[in-house]
């Protein structure tokens, strides 16, 4: 009798073993790809689009194969997966490793890009698309609903640009506009779909529900900024007290010969620490979703927090295990979920064939996109001196760069969920766009970067030797040799915030950034040259993460 009642269990869950076992071979499978693909130098495409695209032929065999609908199901997107699982360990590494001197530096123009720009990028996309349905050009759908879409498509994720912008050392203060762009626009794109979706599911639309959609706006953003604040401060404090306190080995390593049982022994509490720190990170995120606001936003913030307030108070150990923990787990869920994207695509059944509709769209994004980046660069570049202005050839690279990935996707389910008819156009579009853009967009991007000259190696020596000796009297210029490439900018937090520590309170500060160098050494020479004696213009992230500078709040 007890086995008869165990096997109906093991039955279901068979499938989803199955499901998870596919899952993981084509993930270990488009990192070998992605890993090949970057030791052959092949620019045409990166990990992402990789995985995409063998993701896309993984649930073409299972479809082909008449795989069960249970197994379909269980190897398809699912949203909870990606927001409680996949999403917080992502922006976490993503806030974590930010260079978050460099942030702050630049955060008027990164929040005007985030906030104005993804706000006018939906509003264009919404009317765009529900003009060309009420002229008869694509598929109808009332203006709420197209909003909803602009809304969610409007999140960027360039991993893919990112990627070949470490690759090819591309100027910083290019780097540091796209990443931090795309860190914070996924929390913009995320709350506005929130927001204008409450009135599609119903609400009443009127001035008053409008404005009150407003202030819910602000207060989400205030709110889950307080919580990510707050929870790393916490973590700051428990940290730094006696009974766990590892800053000196953190910051200059152990004494050789030193007595002090404190100093020796601290190095052993760093699974405990690496530990905690986990609980901190996925806390804000958690804590923040329950209290009804983002929780991207607040683990976001709870990142760049305990960069600066926590990883002092490691232990050296704990500070590299921590590191790597979310740079690896943030890689490997970035490109899970691009795979995630592919494998599902061919295993749902589409009633929607939509061509015109996502034609247009493709066009209604790169209207929108152009229309946030161009009025935005126009203020920035306003706000700040003439030697710190935007370039065209940067605004051309911020604009190619708006690739649509893993946010966009799992906000076009749960909309599917949620909209019926209208949420299953907006997610078969979504994806359409999210294949097109990794593709096509990221694919070219090595390319326009080097015909744009936009590498760092393209700037004129003297441009980045004043730039980086400005970096210098300011008291926070990179640390690391010219020769850096590839690796350190791919790197940089915990060694940098090593260096940079001592540097400011010791003067033996240049030490561990340059463990960055390795693979481009043989370009030393050229970028000596370049850089003079000041290195890299980075900031403490390493390399491009930390490129921009300014006298203003702009950055």
Known sequence: ????????????????????????????????????????????????????????VVGLILKAAGVGARLAAAVAFKGGIFFYILLPTIMFDAGYSLDTRMFIKNVGSLCLYAFVGTTISCFVVGLMMWSFGMWGWCHSMPLLANLTFGALISATDPVTVLAVFQRLDAHPDLYMNVFGE???????????YNVIASFLDGKD????????????????????????????????FIFRSRYFYSGPIAIHGPDPGSTDPTEVTSGSNSTFEVGLAVVFAYSSYLVADAARCSGIVAVVVNGMVMNMYVRPNLSMEAAHKIETLFKTLGGLFELFVFCYIGTTMFLQDEEFKIVGYTALSLAALAVSRAANILPCTAIVNLLRPVERHVSVAQQF?????????????????EADERFGEYGKVMKTCTFYLVF??????????????????????????????LHDNLAHMHGFGSQDTAGQGKKGRSEGSTRGQSARTTANGTGKGRGKVEEGEGEDEEEAPDQ????????????????????????????
């Open 436 to 465: 097109i853009t990794v593709l096509f967009n990221g694919g070219t991007s090595a390319y326009m970067l080097k015909r744009l000259r936009l590498r760092a190696e393209d700037t004129p020596a003297l441009i980045l030797h």
């Open 182 to 192: 795309s860190v914070l626009n996924d929390a913009v794109g995320m709350v506005l």
């Open 1 to 56: 009798m007890a086995n008869d009642g165990l096997e109906p269990q093991a039955e279901a869950a068979a499938p989803t073993s199955v499901a998870i076992t596919i899952q993981l071979l084509v993930l270990a499978v488009a990192f070998v790809i992605g890993r090949a693909l970057e030791k052959i130098r092949f620019q045409w495409m990166g990990e992402a689009g990789a995985a995409l695209l063998l993701g896309l």
């Open 528 to 555: 000596q040259l370049l850089l003079g004696a000041g290195g890299s213009s980075g900031g403490s992230g390493g390399g491009a993460k930390g490129g921009s500078l300014s006298k203003d709040g702009m950055g």
């Open 397 to 413: 690279m911020l604009w190619w760069s708006g690739l649509r990935g893993a946010m966009a996707f799992a906000l076009s389910v």
């Open 205 to 236: 639309v009127n001035a008053g529900s409008v404005f009150a959609g407003i202030g819910i706006f602000v207060a989400i953003f205030l709110g889950s900024t307080a919580i990510g604040i707050a929870i790393g401060l916490l973590a700051a």
